[in-house]
């Protein structure tokens, strides 16, 4: 009976251990791969501390006044996905033009709903921004019903007063965390080892996440700035079929002239270019460069695409460091800024001021 009872003791003591042991390396993993943050790491299983940023980040809080439903009249109405849900670009916006903007879900709003709705043609907007990742163009729009006609109509200007900007856009700085207790995860940093060995036999990413090496090592801030994370969505835009492009054009441009037929709301499209195609001719595999321009070709449509693709990549060509979040698949803060730069030049270009009323003289009614 003894002898039993030592061997249990033994067995125990050596269960423990290897619990602690295995635990133990779990943990010194954890502290190293540092606190995980960036989708592309997490879908993918790789090391913040590899494509984690390593520069202060100028911040904001997002502000994007989101709405359940378009209930109350405004400037200008957004509908996008997590580029304008998440509410960063909306402050930089508002505070260029001084307009108010209501921004609703594009995954949960019916469009076509919306525009044929009362609230819609009862208070419609001076504007109506409609947002999408390019990624997902296809899948949103190819089977919308909007005809489009053969030729794309001109745009109305409208009359929109445009106000002082709102107070500065006000930025707070952060440092990444790369050691914190309170945010270890063994069982991602077991993920992390896992993949990591796979990688290292088979070459091949696990995930959601694609690996690309770059040409130049000075366009983000992480460790491993020599290589670049993608979403795997992003690799579809690869083989799409140009009936199924031009299908979604035609919508798009067909939701225009709809929108843009009372001559009361100006329609622009936004289209956020993926992080594959802003660093396109930085990635050493020549894959998406062999693609057609999305916004130039919708553009060519007809349709009101302020070129925000054009600012991005001339921000990255001199040099601009983390445009688009290393470990993740959004835009950095200047990159938020960047493109509410580029929606408030299109905003402008069809803005007229309404004529100043003389000082003493009454308006004449009708």
């Keep these: 009976m003894a002898t039993t009872h030592a061997e249990h003791k033994t067995y125990v003591i050596i269960f423990a251990l290897t619990i602690s042991f295995t635990v133990g390396i779990f943990l010194t993993a954890a502290l190293y791969i540092q606190p995980l943050e960036g989708e592309l ?3 993918g299983s790789y090391a913040e501390r590899d494509f984690g940023w390593n520069i202060p980040q ?3 809080r997002g502000d994007a006044h989101m709405a359940a ?16 849900t998440n509410g960063v670009w909306q402050p930089f916006f508002g505070h260029e033009t001084g307009l108010s903007y209501t921004t609703l879900n594009i995954r949960k709003t019916s469009i076509q709903a919306l525009i044929e709705s009362e609230q819609f043609r009862q208070f419609p907007p001076k504007v ?4 999408s990742v390019e990624r997902e163009l296809i899948s949103f729009f190819k089977d919308m019903h909007f005809e489009c006609n053969g030729r794309a109509r001109c745009v109305d200007r409208i009359a929109l007063q445009k106000c002082a900007g709102s107070p500065r856009v006000l930025y707070y700085e952060e440092t990444r965390k790369t ?6 995860n063994l069982r991602y940093a077991a993920l992390v080892m896992g993949s990591s060995l796979m990688r ?3 070459k091949i990413d696990s995930g959601d996440t694609r690996r690309f090496t770059l040409t ?5 801030s992480n460790r491993r700035s020599g290589e670049i994370l993608v979403y795997e969505g992003d690799m579809e835009k690869l083989s799409w079929r140009k009936e199924d492009l031009s299908r979604a054009a035609c919508a798009i441009r067909g939701l225009q002239e709809k929108v843009q037929s009372s001559g009361k709301t100006l329609f622009i499209f936004m289209v956020v270019p993926d992080k594959s195609t802003a660093y396109a001719d930085y990635i050493s595999d020549p894959l998406f460069r062999k693609r057609e321009n999305t916004c130039q070709l919708l553009a060519d449509n007809g349709i009101n695409v302020p070129r925000v693709d054009l600012l991005l990549k001339a921000a990255i060509d001199r040099g601009e460091k983390d445009i688009y979040i290393p470990s993740g698949t959004h835009w950095s803060a200047r990159g938020y800024a960047l493109a509410a730069t580029g929606i408030a030049a ?19 009614e009708r």
Aim: hydrophobic share 40%; with cysteine.
């Design 179 to 184: 050691f914190d207790l309170t945010n270890i």
């Design 128 to 131: 109506m921004i409609v947002e």
């Design 69 to 84: 439903e378009y209930e109350r009249e405004t400037d200008v109405l957004i509908i996008g996905d997590s580029f304008s």
């Design 41 to 43: 790491t997490r879908l």
């Design 216 to 220: 130049n090592d000075t366009l983000f």
């Design 58 to 60: 100028r911040k904001l």
């Design 346 to 364: 299109a905003v402008g270009d069809h803005i007229v001021m309404p004529p100043k009323t003389p000082v003493g003289m009454r308006v004449s």
């Design 200 to 202: 290292c036999f088979s």
